[in-house]
């Protein structure tokens, strides 16, 4: 399961939509059992509207605060600008950790789309979003 407030699922659209025309990113700091504590954003260092790529400054400060407040960097989200919130072939083959919650934000339609995935050995799979 994955639990989101929605304060939280308004962070993570807000940056998507910021980085326009690029996809937007970030991480998502939590407990185990997949609730968000909360949301990091991210400049995207691919600088593209097709791929993302989380800073690496972004990422080290996530594990070390994670570590510090007994947390786990559990997932990563990020933006699609104009196809479906589902993992692209690109997506999963980046997907560095079986654990973690894979969550997109689709910017092709008002109101935005926002959905979790867990990518395992390459199989997809949607989990619910409890806000």
Not at 15 to 31: D, K, Q, S, Y
Not at 37 to 61: G, I
Not at 91 to 101: E, G, I, K, L, N
């Amino acid at each position: 399961m994955f639990t989101l407030r929605s304060d939280q699922r308004d962070a993570i659209v807000a940056t998507c939509i910021r980085a326009l025309p690029n996809e937007g990113c970030g991480l998502l700091l939590g407990r185990p059992d997949g609730t968000v504590t909360e949301v990091l954003a991210s400049p995207n260092v691919a600088d593209s509207a097709k791929l993302y790529e989380v800073d690496s400054r972004v990422l080290l400060r996530a594990y070390r605060r994670s570590e510090e407040e007994g947390l786990s960097v559990i997932g990563v989200f990020h933006s699609h600008t104009h196809s479906a919130a589902y993992p692209s072939p690109t997506d999963v083959a980046q997907a560095p950790d079986p654990t973690w919650h894979y969550v997109l934000v689709s910017l092709r339609d008002v109101p935005t789309s926002i959905r979790s995935f867990h990518v395992i050995d390459g199989e997809i799979d949607e989990e619910e979003i409890c806000l």
